[in-house]
């Protein structure tokens, strides 16, 4: 079982950035596949970026690509997201949730609250 934990939202102004912080706890963190997700009011649920920590190979949806970056560090438990050239679309309660079938991840059983990023135009 793991337990999952975000950090590092807020409020920022467009084209600014933001490092987002996923915390694992529980079960081996190496054995697992973080993703990031995000959640705006009426749009659909979208898998921003992903990471197995055991080879660090990485997915990135294309609205992101070239501006988030997903980075972990295994002897902290934690995956990070920096956020770059943020735009005010990029607005929503972001959250990481864990698998272990590898990036991206189609399901997943362990997920956080969330923080939220809200970006002004």
């Known amino acids: 079982e793991v337990q999952l934990v975000e950090s590092g939202g807020g409020l920022v102004q467009a084209g600014g950035s933001l490092r987002l912080s996923c915390a694992a706890s529980g079960d081996t963190f190496g054995d697992w596949s973080i993703g990031w997700f995000r959640q705006a009011p009426g749009k659909e649920r979208e898998q921003v970026s992903c990471?197995?920590?055991?080879?660090?190979?990485?997915y990135s949806a294309d609205s992101v690509k070239g501006r988030f970056t997903i980075s972990s560090d295994n002897a902290k438990n934690t995956v990070y997201l920096q956020m770059n050239t943020l735009e005010p679309e990029d607005t929503a309660l972001y959250y990481c949730?864990?698998?272990?079938?590898?990036?991206?991840?189609?399901?997943?059983?362990?997920w956080g609250r969330g923080t939220q990023v809200t970006v002004s135009s």
């Open positions: 949730a864990a698998d272990g079938r590898g990036c991206p991840l189609l399901g997943y059983n362990y």
């Open positions: 990471i197995t920590t055991s080879d660090g190979s990485t």
